[in-house]
């Protein structure tokens, strides 16, 4: 079976845009690309003796065929990617190498998430960072506690600050040099710490002309034969003359229990046979949310199709919006493990394509 890397990589413009790196009307010779990725193991990982792997990508999003090696009996390991372009900053990032099975059946990939590139700035955003914690399966658990613990990475597996006891909504002070998120690429992790939550992550990035308001999906501890699929996004913007296209997506999940019955779950149709759309807003505070769920009270004998689609509005351009890829995650969510179980990262080609529907994974019932 063929291994592939399953990357999307994108860099902000001297203007401030976030774009991908690769355009797909580029013509790219076979060969090497200006993307170079050098693996090498960690301390404990058992790899830190070998030698360090380099690879070049020729596509900003794509697959691509894999240098890094299957274990026995999908055992993770871990390594440490640092990934160059040009005259951008070096991204370093910590991937847990575990290989996934393609809907064909015909390949298996190890997804290297999305990543930024952006060269060294010191402009700032002018707002604080506003993150909205709120339940998203509808099940009646309060998600309005204190008992919170916040935590943000850089991504490299260290935690470089944390609040205890805090309530459903975190606003961290852009005057504060020690409580704001560090240029770039960030993740934030919301503890439960009475346990009423599994345990949330959501990346984002902090750079000039990028949101400050970052929605946190909460998913309530499952019962044995629930699941739980969590769409994330940041919405998307492209500009054309005095107007800006805005991008977000809808979550959907296909499936048919009958010869002769299809189940479409989505915002249209919120519950068919047992699956029902939860959530799909968190604030009312004048702007477009960012999360979508659904529950999965249990699992049929059925496969079930899991997608996203790509929804559009106008507006009128304040040149206060920049040119902004639409950044998708997909997550399930199980009985008895405290995160999310499966993480995919939308979409799995090319970051510049315009096809309405984004097909996230294939789930088997039975």
């Known amino acids: 079976m063929d291994h592939q890397l399953k990357y999307r990589f994108l ?7 976030l774009v991908p790196i690769y355009s797909k009307a580029q013509s790219i010779n076979a060969g090497a690309g200006d993307v170079l990725l050098a693996f090498k193991g960690i301390q404990g990982s058992g790899f830190e003796q070998c030698e360090v792997t380099t690879q070049t990508l020729t596509r900003g999003s794509q697959y691509q065929t894999s240098f890094l090696p299957e274990m026995n009996k999908d055992q993770l390991y871990t390594v440490r990617v640092e990934a160059k372009y040009k005259d951008y900053l070096p991204i370093n990032f910590d991937l847990q190498v575990k290989y996934y099975p393609n809907l064909d059946g015909k390949m298996k990939f190890v997804d290297l998430g999305t990543h930024v ?4 700035v010191d402009a700032r955003p002018q707002s604080p960072y506003k993150f ?3 339940n998203v399966l509808d099940d009646g658990v309060d998600d309005d506690n204190d008992d919170y613990v916040f935590e943000l990475n850089n991504g490299r597996g260290k935690d470089y600050y944390e609040l205890d006891g805090q309530e459903n909504i975190i606003e961290i002070p852009q005057k504060d040099s020690k409580s704001t998120p560090e240029v770039g690429e960030n993740e934030v992790t919301i ?3 009475d346990k009423n939550f599994q345990d949330s992550t959501r990346e984002f990035l902090t750079l000039p002309a990028q949101v400050t308001n970052v929605d946190i999906p909460l998913v309530s501890h499952l019962k044995d034969g629930e699941l739980a699929v969590v ?3 940041f919405e998307g913007s492209n500009i054309q003359g005095t107007k800006v296209e805005m991008q977000n997506l809808d979550l959907h ?3 048919q229990p009958q010869d002769d019955v299809l189940c479409t779950v989505d915002h249209a149709m919120r ?3 047992g699956v029902k759309l939860t959530a799909d807003s968190l604030s009312t505070d004048d702007r477009v949310t960012q999360v979508q769920a659904a529950k999965f009270d249990y699992i ?3 496969d079930y199709l899991i997608y996203a689609s790509r929804n559009k509005y106008n507006m009128t351009n304040t040149n206060t919006v920049n040119t902004r890829q639409l950044i998708a995650t997909l997550r399930i969510y199980s009985p008895r493990h405290d995160e999310a179980i499966f993480t995919v990262e939308l979409p799995f080609y090319n970051g510049d394509v315009k096809e309405k529907y984004w097909i996230g994974f294939c789930l088997r019932g039975g």
């Open 11 to 17: 860099h902000v413009t001297d203007t401030g845009d």
């Open 117 to 120: 590139f952006y060269k060294k």
């Open 132 to 134: 909205t914690l709120a």
């Open 191 to 193: 503890q439960s710490a």
């Open 231 to 233: 769409l994330t996004w």
């Open 253 to 255: 999940v296909e499936f």
């Open 271 to 273: 519950q068919c046979n």
């Open 300 to 302: 049929g004998d059925f």
